[in-house]
């Protein structure tokens, strides 16, 4: 199976501020890469696509990027609704494995 | 629009068996493909399996390969997860969710999420 690894697992950021979480697979999955947020007590929703399309209605402060095994996703301005826990998912090979999640906190 | 409402949670003891629901609305049910995807408390998701639009391709994580299975009636608009042989270990929250598209490919995404069902495994 294809290990997903994000850094950081938390991360503690303010109003405003640019935030990068990081994702790494354990072999080349080329751009099959998916991004989902997830807020307490709420199912998770799709962000990003292909790596770096955004999910329609997706705002464009949030934008993702990298190929083979190192993937980004970017926050740019962090608003209140933005903390929450996010994740990547590899769609390269069934188990479509996710990593363990980015818990992104108010400061 | 689209609807996912899973049902068939509960509390099981070790060894038994449960079988989860999902039934979808505000889509072609047949034309889509879907997957369940689980979430044990406070800890990450796990994918589990999927299914194509016309249940030709049926895929597994290895945690429950030979013990769940998956199906769907495209009559009924509902999406099943069969679980066997049920562990601790296999307590969470099941969530089913809409694929982007017919077959369980490369590139998928999971678009659309029920609020999942929750399953407890304890003796």
């Known amino acids: 199976d294809i290990q997903m690894t994000q850094s950081p697992s938390s991360l503690s950021a303010s109003v405003g501020d640019r935030v990068t979480i990081s994702c790494r697979a354990s072999?080349?999955?080329?751009?099959?890469l998916n991004w989902y947020q997830q807020k307490p007590g709420k199912a998770p929703t799709l962000l990003i696509y292909?790596?770096?399309s955004f999910q329609s209605g997706v705002p464009s402060r949030f934008s993702g990027s990298g190929s083979g095994t190192d993937f980004t996703l970017t926050i740019n301005s962090l608003h209140p609704e933005d903390f929450a826990t996010y994740f990547c998912?590899?769609?390269?090979?069934?188990?479509?494995?996710f990593g363990q999640g980015t818990k992104l906190e108010i400061k | 629009e689209v609807q996912l409402v899973e049902s068939g949670g509960g509390l099981a003891q070790p060894g038994e068996s449960l079988r989860l629901s999902c039934v979808a609305s505000?889509?072609?049910?047949?034309?889509?493909?879907m997957a369940w995807v689980r979430q044990a408390p406070g800890k990450g998701l796990e994918w589990v399996s999927g299914?194509?639009?016309?249940?030709?391709?049926?895929y597994y994580a290895d945690s429950v390969e030979g013990r769940f299975t998956v199906s769907r009636d495209n009559s009924k608009n509902t999406l099943y997860l069969q679980m066997n042989s049920l562990r601790v270990d296999d307590t969470a929250l099941y969530y089913c969710?809409?694929?982007?598209?017919?077959?369980?490919?490369?590139?998928?995404?999971?678009?659309?999420w029920g609020q999942g069902s929750l399953v407890s495994v304890s003796s």
């Open positions: 969710a809409k694929v982007d598209r017919l077959p369980f490919t490369r590139g998928i995404t999971l678009e659309y």
């Open positions: 505000g889509f072609t049910f047949s034309n889509y493909a």
């Open positions: 299914i194509s639009g016309g249940a030709i391709g049926i």
């Open positions: 072999q080349n999955i080329i751009n099959y």
């Open positions: 292909a790596a770096s």
């Open positions: 998912q590899q769609t390269y090979i069934t188990p479509h494995t």
